[in-house]
């Protein structure tokens, strides 16, 4: 949550070419609506036109009217820990904001957006591992309503690939004849990621991985006082901002990660790959329950007090219904966690791989773990880079295998097996 008065740029880390975008077309919005135009849209065939992604040479020129122009709905990428949601909620407030100072944080659209109380900026960060057809209908009628209070409606989709098919085709005609006054920003890893229909009607803004130094310097700006730490953290954590805050601030997160990586690269049997597998999936099950446990008892005595029931009470007909549904909302939301934790544990493994390949090829880079620099080392001797390469393969095809619902043991024992040494 942003601190009254921070400036609502100030934790999109390293993306200077992106605010400039985000700045220049929240500057157009506003024209939009005090030259009294009805709609906020441009013609979906101007959008291909206005797409700006940094990588883009376009960047170059990220001052002029076409990084100006103001679109409808925006599809905002990058990879995991880059600042998407941060962007969408920072281009939110600078879109309510009502001073000179676009998006100064000091005025009630600024202060009421960044901390999410504002009632015509909807965020939708799902926790289960699909956006159903239901929600997206949702969406579609809120944004009918004219903004009540501010100067638009903005509704962010974080994870917007999660969308189901029916799901995207059911935002396509909202997209493609929005409402007047009413902005879509729709945050995924890549464009491709989401349908073709959407994604050409969508102005593309594409996020980069914010340096090691950048995110170090918010570290400290947020309190981590040794530097050193902070740069550690964040290179540990490649980057990913919210990564690098936990590493830096809790150690319990640190020394978890280091359990998750050294057991599955140190298998020399089938019998201990077995045993790493298991080690990998109780350490991520831990890890999802401490997001979880503490928040659906809350969410459960919250029901139930609603209902006006004990624990102890048998629940009528009606009352089944409504627990049933939370249970059923608990569990997808415990099985979301349980799958981003094995995959941030994948992510973690990739890693130690990729510094062995370095060290293999003699590049000469800094490892992303110099804290287990011994034990890439120690991998590095013992295997040839054409064997890193096809460990890397049995990861990532364990990551896509998991995703696509795959029985996570079988997966990760099959992996496991797959990083022992070669005969």
Not at 22 to 40: E, P, Q
Not at 204 to 212: A, K, N, Q, T, Y
Request: glycine residues 6%.
């Amino acid at each position: 949550m942003a601190l009254r008065g921070a400036h609502v740029w100030d934790e999109l880390v390293g993306q200077e070419a992106a605010v400039e975008i985000l700045r220049g077309a929240a500057l157009g919005a506003r024209g939009l609506v005090d030259g009294g135009y009805a709609h906020a849209s441009v013609d979906p065939s101007q959008a291909d036109r206005t797409s700006a992604d940094p990588s883009d040479d376009d960047i170059d020129s990220a001052g002029d009217d076409a990084s100006r122009a103001m679109s409808h709905a925006w599809l905002i990428t990058g990879p995991p820990g880059s600042g998407r949601s941060v962007a969408a909620r920072a281009f939110a407030a600078a879109l309510q904001c009502t001073e000179a100072d676009m998006g100064a944080g000091h005025c009630p659209g600024c202060i009421t957006t960044m901390n999410g109380s504002n009632a015509d900026v909807h965020l939708v960060a799902t926790e289960a591992s699909v956006i159903s057809v239901d929600t997206a209908r949702s969406l579609v009628l809120h944004a009918q309503s004219a903004p009540s209070q501010g100067r638009w409606r903005v509704i962010i989709v974080e994870d917007a690939d999660r969308l189901t098919e029916a799901g995207a085709n059911a935002l396509l005609k909202a997209i493609e004849e929005p409402p007047a006054r009413t902005v879509w920003l729709l945050c995924s890893p890549s464009p491709e990621d989401m349908i073709t229909t959407i994604r050409s009607r969508c102005r593309h803004l594409g996020l980069r991985i914010p340096s090691v130094e950048a995110v170090a310097d918010l570290l400290v700006r947020e309190g981590v006082a040794d530097r050193q730490s902070a740069i550690s953290a964040a290179r540990t954590a490649q980057s990913h901002i919210g990564l690098a805050r936990a590493l830096a601030k809790d150690p319990e997160m640190r020394e978890r990660r280091r359990q998750i990586m050294t057991a599955p690269v140190r298998v020399r049997s089938v019998g201990e790959a077995v045993f790493a597998a298991e080690g990998l999936l109780k350490t991520a099950q831990a890890q999802a329950d401490a997001q979880t446990l503490e928040r659906n008892a809350r969410e459960k005595a919250a029901l139930l007090r609603q209902l006006g029931m004990d624990e102890s009470e048998r629940p009528d007909r009606q009352q089944r219904v409504m627990l049933k549904q939370l249970e059923d909302d608990q569990k997808r939301r415990s099985k979301r966690a349980l799958t981003d934790a094995l995959d941030r544990a994948l992510v973690d493994l990739l890693a130690i791989y990729r510094d062995v390949l370095m060290v293999q090829l003699g590049t000469g880079q800094q490892l992303v773990n110099a804290d287990l620099e011994d034990l890439v080392y120690e991998l590095a001797s013992d295997s040839t880079p054409r064997q890193t390469m096809g460990r890397v393969a049995a990861i990532e095809e364990a990551r896509k295998r998991l995703v696509s619902n795959g029985q996570a043991l079988l997966v990760l024992e099959a992996m496991a097996v797959s990083l022992r040494p070669q005969a």
